[in-house]
Nanobody
Framework: QVQLVESGGGLVQPGGSLRLSCAAS????????MGWYRQVPGLQRELVAG???????NYADSVKGRFTISRDNAKNTLYLQMNSLKPEDTAVYYC????????WGQGTQVTVSS
């Protein structure tokens, strides 16, 4: 089992920045990839950014150049630095860890509004 706890969400004005963190615990040796997803009510959950165990990132086109994903394997923590935020980035953001199974955090709300 793996437990994931997100933090860092909140209300920010357009153009602002936020940094999300995901603290992981448990059987991390089984985890290969980690990522951030987001979901707006009524829509499917979508991948925002993912990162392999070796640190190779991938991003949704909508966030390329604005968001940066990183992971600290020693601290079992995943990060998402979000810059130049837009109102359309408003969503609940979820941390995901995957290997033999997939695990999800409880989510953290990000609201971009003036």
């Amino acid at each position: 089992q793996v437990q994931l706890v997100e933090s860092g969400g909140g209300l920010v004005q357009p153009g602002g920045s936020l940094r999300l963190s995901c603290a992981a615990s448990g059987r991390m040796v089984s985890i290969i990839v980690m990522g951030w997803y987001r979901q707006v009510p009524g829509l499917q959950r979508e991948l925002v950014a993912g990162i392999s165990a070796g640190g190779r990132p991938n991003y949704a086109d909508s966030v390329k150049g604005r968001f940066t994903i990183s992971r600290d394997n020693a601290k079992n923590t995943l990060y998402l630095q979000m810059n130049s935020l837009k109102p359309e980035d408003t969503a609940v953001y979820y941390c995901n860890a995957g290997g033999a199974a997939h695990y999800w955090g409880q989510g953290t709300q990000v609201t971009v509004s003036s």
